[in-house]
């Protein structure tokens, strides 16, 4: 593992199963009581983790003492390997988690992702046992020619913007209502799929959820 440090941002390296990845970890300034994992959108699309909703999750996650770990997936900017249409991208977010936890120690974990990545996070969860799960636009399983994969045991906050132009809202909806029903949706009124304009609420409804969960 390599890294530098900058701000409260430290880059850093570690190897993933395609090859090295490239993350960037941001740490509480009082005791940190929690890990936590942020997914990018799309690679073939320009996500990245310096996306700003990626971001915003992990602003979120640290202001409520969990460490927080972007990382790019295979193929984007610095990480090696290429783009594996979903499943070499889980198993990336699954070495983010082991990397994550050998250098911070064993505490709560929270997976969180945007769009594509949320589906990540969602997958990675089936194996990692999060204390809580955070997928924000999340597109059902049919979008990436995937089985969807069964709910997990903790609790899912998902969020959607009403009006989104990328993963129709109401498809979200019904995939939620009748697959993952245990999720709870939260709604934000006049925004679309990036969320122009509307980070700050956004970071409002994922905070309280982050504190919530032990």
């Not at 940190?32 to 320009?46: A, M, N, Q, T």
């Not at 090696?80 to 911070?104: C, F, I, K, N, P």
């Not at 505490?107 to 969180?112: D, I, S, T």
Request: proline share 7%.
């Amino acid at each position: 593992m390599t890294s530098t440090r900058r701000r409260n941002i430290e880059k850093i390296a570690f190897e993933g199963p395609a090859g090295t990845l490239e993350g960037a970890l941001m740490v509480p300034p009082a005791d940190v009581r929690g890990l936590c994992v942020v997914c990018h959108p799309h690679p073939l699309y320009g996500g990245t983790m310096d996306n700003k909703v990626v971001y915003t999750l992990a602003a979120a996650a640290v202001a409520q003492g969990f460490a927080a770990l972007r990382f790019n997936f295979r193929g984007v900017r610095g990480s090696a390997g290429r783009h594996d249409a979903g499943q070499g991208e889980v198993e990336d977010t699954l070495e983010a988690v082991a990397w994550l936890q050998a250098y911070s120690g064993a505490r709560p974990l929270l997976l969180a992702g945007f769009s594509f990545g949320a589906q990540m996070a969602l997958r990675a969860a089936q194996t990692t046992q999060p204390c809580g799960l955070i997928t924000v636009g999340t597109p059902g399983a049919g979008r990436l020619d995937a089985e969807d994969p069964p709910s997990p045991a903790c609790p899912w906050l998902a969020i959607h913007g009403r009006d989104d132009d990328v993963v129709d809202y109401a498809q979200t909806l019904s995939w939620l209502q009748t697959t993952h029903p245990h999720a709870r949706l939260e709604t934000i009124a006049g925004t679309g799929h990036f969320f122009h304009g509307h980070l700050g609420e956004l970071r409002a409804r994922v905070e309280p959820f982050i504190a919530s969960l032990g």
